[in-house]
C-alpha cells in the first residue's frame, strides 16, 4: 500500500503491549495482534477455487468456494473470514457440515480433524458485497461509479470470499467471474479463458505462484487491454508490462511507458522480477491512493501527473511486487518490511532517474522525522499504526543506513540474495538479519535494532551533511 506522502498525524504512544519489538524475535503467526479476530491457526489453505457470478447493477454476488487445505492442529471444527455475505450450505470432505455465522466469523462444525489431515472445504454463499469499515478505512470490494476495486489489504478478503486472512497464509488460486459483457474483469495471475454467452461473459484467471489473501484481487471495469511500449530511449523491459484502462487509456499508456526503464533499474539492485508479467489497471475515477496485488497495481487517473509525486507511487507498487508480494512478512507486525524497501525503491529510482540522489532523499526525511514526535516503535507498531508514513520513511532509512554500514556492493549484493532465498515465501525481520549478516559476514542485529525496536529517531551512519 502506498504512503500518502505527508507526515502522520500521531495517535499517541504506538507502541504496542508488552514493550518494543527485539530484533531476531518470532512470535507466533496467529493470532495475529495487529489485526485481531482475524485468521486461523487450525487450518492452512493450499487453493482456492472461486466461481463467482455478480451482477453489476444491483451488486449481487451469487458465489461458491472451493477451498483445499491440511490441518495444522487437531480441531473439532473450522472458523474462516467472511463478512457481510449470507452462507447458503456448506461441506468439508464432501460431507455437509452444520454452520454458525456471527459478525466476520463463519465456523464450521466439522467432527474430529486430525492434525495434517487434507481438507477440501465447500461454501456457497450470496449477498451485496461491501467493504468492511474499521482502523484502516474502507477494505475489501468496493462499488466504483462503474465497476467494481477490490483492495484486500490487511483485511479485506473476507468482502468477497470466505478465507484464512492472514499474510502467513500463501495460496494458489483459480478465479471466475460471470458479469455483463460490456465489461472486463482483471484478476491474479493468467487469463486461462474467456467465454461469453448471453449478454454476459465469464473470466477465469489462474494463480499458480502462491500469494496471500490480502493481495487476491478483482477489477471490474469498461477497460481495454494494451502493451505498455517502452521509451524511445529506453531498452524494454524483459517481461511484458500491460495496461487495463478505459477512458484514460491514451494518457496512460504514455506515461506509463517508464515502468520498463524503472523494472531494469529495480533488477539490477534487487534481483530478477520474481514473475512473468506486470499489469496495471487505471480506474475510471481518482483513487485516494494506489493499491498493489500481485502481479498488477492499480492507479487513478490522479497518478499519472508528469510530477515526482506521481512518478514515486508508480515505482512504490512495482517494488512491492518484490517485497510484499514475492516476500510477503509472516506476521504485520514486520509490514516494514513490505513498505520500508518500497518506499527506499522511490529514493533509488529517483537517483536513478535524475533527480534527488537517495542520500539526499533519506537525509531531508531523517530531517523531517527528527521534527515528529517519536513515539512509534516501526519493527512492531501495532495494528492501527501499521501504515503510518513514519514506518514507510523509517524503515527506509534503516535501510540506507545500512547501505552506508555495508557498502554498495555487499549491500545489494545482499538484496538479491534475500530475495533469490525467499522467493514467493514468508520471511520476517529475523530472516532479513540472518540472510544479510550472512552475505555481509557482520551480523547486522544491533545496527538496526535502534531502527526498528526504539521510538527515538537513530543517526544516519556516517556524518551527515545537514542533519
Not at 525481520?429 to 549478516?437: K, L
Request: some cysteine; hydrophobic content about 35%.
Amino acid at each position: 500500500m502506498s504512503d500518502p506522502g505527508v507526515p502522520a498525524v500521531p495517535r499517541g504512544t504506538s507502541a504496542p503491549e508488552g514493550g518494543d519489538a527485539a530484533v531476531g524475535s518470532r512470535a507466533p503467526s496467529l493470532p495475529d495482534p495487529c489485526t485481531p479476530g482475524v485468521g486461523t491457526p487450525d487450518v492452512h489453505i493450499d487453493h482456492y477455487d472461486l466461481d463467482l457470478d455478480y451482477r453489476i447493477g444491483p451488486n449481487r454476488l451469487s458465489a461458491r468456494a472451493r477451498l483445499s487445505g491440511r490441518m495444522l492442529r487437531r480441531a473439532a471444527s473450522l472458523a474462516l473470514d467472511l463478512t457481510g455475505l449470507r452462507v447458503t450450505k456448506a461441506s468439508v470432505n464432501g460431507s455437509k457440515v452444520r454452520f454458525s455465522h456471527r459478525g466476520q466469523k463463519l465456523r464450521l462444525t466439522t467432527g474430529s480433524l486430525e492434525a495434517d489431515q487434507p481438507v477440501r472445504i465447500d461454501i456457497a454463499y450470496v449477498g451485496n458485497p461491501a467493504p468492511t469499515i474499521g482502523t484502516w478505512g474502507d477494505i475489501g470490494w468496493e462499488e466504483l461509479e462503474d465497476g467494481v476495486l477490490v483492495a484486500g489489504q490487511p483485511v479485506g478478503a473476507s468482502t468477497w470470499f470466505p478465507c484464512n486472512d492472514h499474510p502467513s497464509n500463501k495460496s494458489t488460486y483459480r478465479i471466475r467471474v460471470l458479469t455483463e459483457s460490456e465489461y472486463t474483469v482483471v484478476s491474479n495471475g493468467r487469463l486461462t479463458d474467456k467465454v461469453r454467452k448471453a449478454g454476459r461473459t465469464a473470466w477465469t484467471w489462474e494463480s499458480t505462484v502462491p500469494l496471500a489473501t490480502y493481495l487476491a484481487t478483482v477489477q471490474i471495469g469498461r477497460y481495454r487491454r494494451s502493451e505498455i511500449a517502452a521509451e524511445a530511449d529506453a531498452a524494454p523491459a524483459f517481461v511484458p508490462l500491460g495496461l487495463y484502462a478505459g477512458e484514460h487509456r491514451d494518457r496512460a499508456a504514455s506515461r506509463l511507458r517508464v515502468q520498463h526503464a524503472m523494472m531494469t533499474e529495480f533488477a539490477s539492485h534487487f534481483g530478477p522480477y520474481p514473475f512473468d508479467r506486470y499489469d496495471v489497471v487505471v480506474t475510471d475515477e481518482e483513487l485516494e491512493i494506489p493499491l498493489e496485488s500481485q502481479p498488477l497495481s492499480v492507479l487513478g487517473p490522479n497518478h499519472l501527473g508528469e510530477d515526482w509525486e506521481a512518478e514515486r507511487l508508480i515505482a512504490h507498487e512495482m517494488a512491492h511486487q518484490w517485497f510484499g508480494n514475492s516476500l510477503t512478512p509472516r506476521r504485520w507486525s514486520d509490514i516494514w518490511l513490505n513498505e520500508g524497501f518500497a518506499c527506499y525503491a522511490e529514493w533509488l529510482w529517483s537517483e536513478a532517474s535524475g533527480r534527488e540522489s537517495a542520500d539526499e532523499r533519506a537525509r531531508g526525511w531523517w530531517r523531517t522525522l527528527a521534527g515528529l514526535p517519536q513515539d512509534l516503535v516501526i519493527g512492531n507498531p501495532g495494528g492501527p499504526d501499521m501504515f503510518d508514513d513514519r514506518v514507510y520513511k523509517r524503515g527506509a532509512l534503516c535501510l540506507h543506513d545500512l547501505r552506508l554500514r555495508l557498502g554498495e556492493e555487499t549491500f545489494f549484493t545482499a538484496l538479491r540474495d534475500w530475495t533469490a532465498r525467499h522467493r514467493h515465501g514468508s520471511v520476517d525481520t529475523a530472516d532479513f538479519v540472518e540472510c544479510v549478516s550472512r552475505v555481509s559476514g557482520k551480523d547486522i542485529a544491533e545496527a538496526i535494532r535502534p531502527w526498528l525496536c526504539e521510538a527515538a529517531l537513530p543517526r544516519l551512519a556516517g556524518a551527515p551533511r545537514t542533519a
